[in-house]
């Protein structure tokens, strides 16, 4: 060969590297549920300044993004939903234009700013809607202690964008920090750098150091106290829950160490929990620093703590490796539901692990049943299309439980050694990354699957195919299966209540008895009650499966307690069942509907859009 020759192929290839290089490192797949123009210009830091106004229920105020620009791009295009912008200023002077673009009632509007392609800083002003979707005002009355106003954030998946304009999609991520003024009574916490004790004059400020997705953006505000549960970890709730709640949660500094153990270093320094008040839409949020619960956790014997280990398990898979866009969901929530798995396993034992698992394996075929009953079949893919959809669409048992089966099959395939090994690896060489289900799958096939571990697990099938494949684990526990006898016995009439055996029975045999009750009557219903005082549980969890055989088999009794789980209970994982079910005659939609007029004021915009649509 020539060597001119040969020096030009160096230098081509060397070019073709660069590009190729420099397309790897921020390049990022199209997301159907962001407008933003990530792939030209990136937004690298936030500075946020806001004002919180209990009287008016708005944010207002600033924030400065800095970006990178990789194209020379004249324009930033951000999301935004029913904000209101007074002013755009380029590197802290001067003004520029903007326009926002038509409204989708599901992904807002597109903020289109006018830069220059020298341009670093971005300064948007603007006020939040009293509706802001991401956010929930409460006043004294809904909290418990009756006397301070409360405000919380629910970013995730797509409202981050109805309080700060931003990148809204999953795999842009950005440093930030925060300036927040709120009323010198209040404490404001955030998913960062947070302080322990309210200060004289309401102003509070944040540093997050490490990278995160506008998803994990997050703010509450309200009297709230701080408690100490370990090394570096601790929890927040208002002053009258507060020793209840250490003491449902001594388990989270032994969950963070065992975390650690399994799959590498926390990346977030402390780990803290705020557990809000009851209106709170989910279980919880994994927002960094700092999970967001619900106080339905706080059942007064441990029993809901998993809970815990889940979001806890997000610091590493979503927090430090994130779905790139949502149709990835199932690489947050699967491997978290597996992950925690492995975290319960190790602090509470294999059986306890085993219920919990064998409980998920019935909610996933409920899921994948409802699901291709109503010709959603392709929802119990795990790769999923919800282009043009709301990507909440995305949030069933699939992403979480088909997820975790289908991790659990590849560690029983290549044994747990390897499979751990294999994890650990992958999160230290993709941490702050964003992960879609391609480049994942090549990951498991470079890294660690031969050939015939690939056939045996036949990933095709788990990820792009339909319901459960038939590869798939069958849970086994010892301690349901003696439910289980109690359950046929009891669906049979061979039984009445009183001479079930219930010694040593856990919130999860209540549930998995609960969830294999058959054919009951009134007659049942009243003797399962006055045996074992469902209707006056204060298990959430319980009182949830319970109350669904209330609604089935109208027994009115419960009513009145079931009215009032649903107005003081906003958490949407059991509203939802819980309204279906009284929608399905018209006397209980009717109560229903009534009820809801209450309710509907007490709950956050994720529960009511979902309620809404129930009842109409
Ligand atoms: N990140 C989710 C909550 C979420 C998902 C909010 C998608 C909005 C969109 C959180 O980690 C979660 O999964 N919470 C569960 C609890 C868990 C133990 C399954 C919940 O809230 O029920
Ligand atoms: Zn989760």
Not at 41 to 52: A, C, F, Q
Not at 157 to 180: H, M, N
Not at 494 to 507: R, V
Not at 604 to 615: A, C, Q, T
């Amino acid at each position: 060969m020539n060597k001119y020759f040969l020096f030009f192929l160096v230098l081509l290839f060397t070019f073709l590297g660069c590009t190729n290089n420099q397309k790897n490192d921020h390049f990022l797949n199209e997301d159907a549920h962001s407008y933003a123009n990530f792939n030209d210009v990136r937004i690298t830091h936030m500075n946020l300044s806001l004002t919180v106004d209990f009287q008016k229920n708005t944010l207002d105020g600033k924030v400065d993004v800095s970006v990178d620009n990789y194209t020379n791009a004249k324009q930033l295009i951000l999301d935004s939903k029913d904000l209101t912008i007074h002013k755009v200023l380029l590197d802290n002077g001067v003004e520029t234009s903007f326009t926002l673009g038509d409204i989708s009632e599901i992904f807002g509007q597109p903020l289109t700013i006018n830069i220059k392609p020298s341009t670093k800083v971005v300064s948007i002003y603007y006020t939040t809607s009293p509706d802001a979707e991401a956010l929930q005002w409460l006043t004294p009355e809904q909290t418990l202690g009756k006397e301070h106003p409360f405000l919380f954030s629910q970013s995730q998946a797509i409202l981050a964008r109805s309080w700060v304009p931003c990148q809204d999609g999953p795999g842009v991520k950005f440093t930030y920090e925060a300036t927040i003024k709120t009323d010198s009574n209040l404490i404001a916490l955030m998913s960062a750098e947070n302080g322990t004790s309210k200060n004289n004059d309401g102003v509070y400020t944040f540093k997050m150091d490490q990278p995160i997705s506008s998803y994990l953006l997050a703010l509450t505000v309200g009297d709230l106290a701080f408690a100490s549960t370990g090394r570096n970890s601790g929890v927040y709730a208002e002053p009258a829950m507060l020793e209840k709640s250490v003491w449902e949660l001594n388990a989270m500094q032994s969950m963070i160490d065992s975390a650690e153990q399994l799959y590498g270093p926390y990346a977030w320094e402390r780990y803290d929990v705020v557990i809000l008040p009851p209106s709170f839409p989910f279980g919880g949020m994994e927002n960094p620093r700092l999970t967001f619960a619900t106080p339905t956790i706080i059942a007064g014997d441990r029993s809901l703590v998993a809970l815990i280990a889940h979001e806890l398990a997000h610091s590493w898979s979503g927090n430090l490796v994130t779905n790139e866009t949502w149709n990835d969901f199932w690489l947050n929530e699967g491997f978290t539901v597996y992950f925690e798995q492995r975290i319960m396993e190790k602090i509470f034992g294999k059986p306890y692990e085993e219920m919990l698992t064998k409980l998920g394996m019935g909610e996933l075929e409920a899921t994948i049943d409802d699901l291709i009953k109503e010709g959603n079949s392709d929802d119990t893919h795990l790769y999923l299309n919800l282009d043009g959809r709301n990507p909440d669409d995305g949030l069933t048992d699939v992403a979480y439980e088909k997820g975790r089966f289908f991790l659990q099959k590849v560690e029983s395939v290549v044994g747990r050694q390897r499979f751990d090994s294999f994890l650990k690896n992958y999160f230290k060489a993709n941490k702050f990354k964003p992960m879609n289900t391609e480049r994942f799958i090549r990951n498991l096939n470079n890294h660690l699957l031969t050939p015939e571990e690939e056939q045996a697990i036949n990933i095709n099938a788990w990820v792009y195919g339909p319901g459960l494949p038939d590869n798939a684990l069958i849970p086994y526990s010892e301690e349901l299966d003696r439910v289980e006898s109690a359950i046929a016995q009891y669906n049979n009439n061979q039984i009445m209540a009183n001479k079930i055996d219930i010694s040593g029975y856990t919130t999860h045999h209540w549930l998995y008895f609960l969830r294999g009750l058959k054919n009951l009557d009134s007659i049942k219903m009243r003797d399962l009650d006055d045996n074992f005082k469902f209707t006056q549980t204060g298990n959430s969890e319980i009182a949830c499966d319970w109350f669904k055989h209330c609604i089935d088999n109208q027994y009115d009794v419960a009513f009145p307690a079931l009215s009032d789980f649903l107005i003081r209970v906003g958490r949407r994982k059991f509203l939802t069942p819980l309204y279906t079910r009284l929608a399905k005659t018209p006397q209980n939609k009717a109560w229903g509907k009534e009820v809801y007029q209450t309710a509907r004021k007490g709950y956050h915009s994720v529960s009511y859009h979902s309620i809404d649509e129930v009842l109409k």
